[in-house]
């Protein structure tokens, strides 16, 4: 059904398919959220400085007026347990969204999504040996020069590059 | 410079006199590190983390009548070292010496310019932490947080009587480190060995001329290329904009330089020479982010000590806005 969605989305689907998608839509909550769901990614990567989705004011909202729970502590934990696990599961299949959204998204939305991604992983991609006239062209007037000295030259000299591991490579390239 | 303890008195009488207003609290350390790090003399053993890295090297500091001799050298992975005399640098690849590069006003003293303090005040704030010890020494930590999320948090352990950088380090989102190097072993002033290890002594470089290639003997001419970046954080103002040599291209490239006082913003711009290798978007290594992007048959790179969402921003905003 999440297929059909962003399809519909797209404007890629059948009539005849639209139209059951279209019944879905209407009986079951879950497809609604999904279709939200798709929507809110959309834009966000579309435009996402213009996404204000403050939730910390709403969560603080809904646990003052939750009551309180008066239950011994053991059904207590077990409950805590089972809403880690929701929660782990929710955010697994938003990844799975995620990923499967960049191969189903225009052309030119994938290098916005692999920047967003980029993002998210600062630390992804060593700095490759052969830029490293531009790490040194920029050291030579940075100001932690003056303030670190010759160490901040350290960054400059890439002793260790052969243990990073190449895999990190693919990975970014196959984010394009 | 031998007698490093009356030193750091005489240099805050000496800053308080090249500002007529009074450094605020923390940022007087900075101007007293900056000082240290090119007049003191030191030698001794400093670890670099980053990620889940850790490098080893040893470093010799020695001024000699203003002139600057220092050599870096990496202590474990293959035999790299640094030579830096007067503002220039060289390496040393297979017993031999080659000039990396030469910076330009060496000797510009002092390193804090006016508008980078203003700059600094604007966008940092500075915390004193305490006195720790750091390689066996008293060092005031300082913190200087920035009031917005598109720079880097600095921690700085600074010897309370020489005013030297002891130990530094760089902190992201929820106090993450980004990158940190510490002396682990560290002598001062008088006590340093001249004449300790290496393939090239310092002793023996000592007083004699390093050859320095024509290139990189003269300055680079500054150039207006009508490159532009609009969305630079606040108080990173613009340092220089030249065009120079570089090592692998064909060409000059245009470098402009940005600063907000603690770090650095380095647009490089040349001619696309549509080589694979460059391979485009986002690397890092310690707090250095840098950015590939091609632009109208040109190559941009953005190369900063700044997080990755900040280099992205500025390279977005990159454009041509000359003749």
Redesign the interface.
Known sequence: MKQEISALMDGELFDDDVGMVMDHLKRDHATRMNWATYHLIGDVLRQPDHIHSDLSAKVHERMRDEPALLVSRGHAVKQKMRTFALSAVASLSAVGVVAWMSLQISPEIAPQL??QQ??MR???????P??D??????Q????????????S???T????ID?SPPKN?QT?KQA? | MRLCVPLCGLLLAVSANLHAEELPVGFDWLEVAAFAGHQTDYSGVFVYQFGNQVETSSIVHINDADREYEKLESLDGPKRELIRHDGQVWSYDHDKLVQLDSRQGSNQFPSLLPEQLSALKANYQAKLLGVERVAGYNAQVILFQPKDNLRYTHKLWIHTDTGLLLKAAVLGERNRIVEQYAFTQLQLGGKVDRSWGGTCDLADMHGKTLATTPEAAKNYPSTNSGWVADALPAGFNKIMEILRPMPGKHGPVTQIVYSDGLSAISIFIEPDDHDEDDVDGLSSRGAVNLYHKVLDQYLITIVGEVPPHTVMQVADSVRYNGK
């Open positions: 692999a920047m980029a993002a600062p630390a992804s991609m060593q700095i490759q052969k830029s006239n531009y790490l040194m062209a920029h030579e007037f940075s100001p932690s020069t003056d303030v670190n000295g010759g160490a030259y350290i960054r000299v890439s002793y260790g243990d490579n970014e394009k």
